[in-house]
T-cell receptor, first 111, second 114 residues
Framework: EDKVVQSPLSLVVHEGDTVTLNCSYEVTNFRSLLWYKQEKKAPTFLFML????IEKKSGRLSSILDKKELFSILNITATQTGDSAVYLC???????????FGTGTRLTIIP | DVKVTQSSRYLVKRTGEKVFLECVQD?????MFWYRQDPGLGLRLIYFSYDVKMKEKGDIPEGYSVSREKKERFSLILESASTNQTSMYLC?????????????FGPGTRLTVT
């Protein structure tokens, strides 16, 4: 059974700080890892990672995958209050059409 | 832009009632999914469908059924609602064969069963 573990479960930091969110996984026949941001409603897509060591970047957010150690990190630099959200990690395998999600990390940015 | 809509944002039902949650997508996606989201448990897959009239059980199908009569619409049915089905329900869709790619989510329905 595929498994995704995110840490920490919650994090509170001050505006301007840099944060690192972690996602470790166990999945047979790994296909990709995805990061989503969820504010008050629907999760919105951030990144899809398939290859080790290649950083994906979007503004102040970046993410990288390590397929040998089976984890990914999501970095947010110079955090803003608008970054407050639940960040979800999910993995896909080649065996089926499903995604397996972690429990999420709740990030709170204090002004 | 892909659009996934859900029939209600908030719903309050009584124990034992039959509940229908509707999801509609406008991108001709083959795959559609129903999840529930609970604090500390993340998103858990209830059912998914990979084509009209096709369905597969997810990780927690007990107490739920689904219907996919048209490609754009996927319904989740609670035959006899119970208080432990109080949750946030999220629908998602994706083109078939792109399991590693993003799913598009609806805004969610927060269901309270009293």
């Amino acid at each position: 059974e595929d498994k995704v573990v995110q840490s920490p479960l919650s994090l509170v930091v001050h505006e301007g700080d840099t944060v690192t969110l972690n996602c470790s996984y166990e999945v047979t026949n790994f296909r990709s890892l995805l990061w989503y941001k969820q504010e008050k409603k629907a999760p919105t897509f951030l990144f899809m990672l398939t290859s080790s060591g290649i950083e994906k970047k979007s503004g102040r957010l970046s993410s990288i995958l390590d397929k040998k150690e089976l984890f990914s990190i999501l970095n947010i630099t110079a955090t803003q209050t608008g970054d407050s959200a639940v960040y979800l990690c999910a993995v896909a395998n080649f065996g089926n059409e499903k995604l397996t999600f972690g429990t999420g990390t709740r990030l709170t940015i204090i002004p | 832009d892909v659009k996934v809509t859900q029939s209600s944002r908030y719903l309050v039902k009584r124990t034992g009632e039959k509940v229908f949650l509707e999801c509609v997508q406008d991108m001709d996606h083959e795959n559609m999914f129903w999840y529930r989201q609970d604090p500390g448990l993340g998103l858990r897959l209830i059912y998914f469908s990979y084509d009209v009239k096709m369905k597969e059980k997810g990780d927690i199908p007990e107490g739920y059924s689904v219907s996919r009569e048209k490609k754009e619409r996927f319904s989740l049915i609670l035959e006899s609602a119970s208080t432990n089905q109080t949750s946030m329900y999220l629908c998602a869709s994706r083109r078939r064969g792109l399991a590693g790619y993003e799913q598009y989510f609806g805004p969610g329905t927060r269901l309270t069963v009293t």
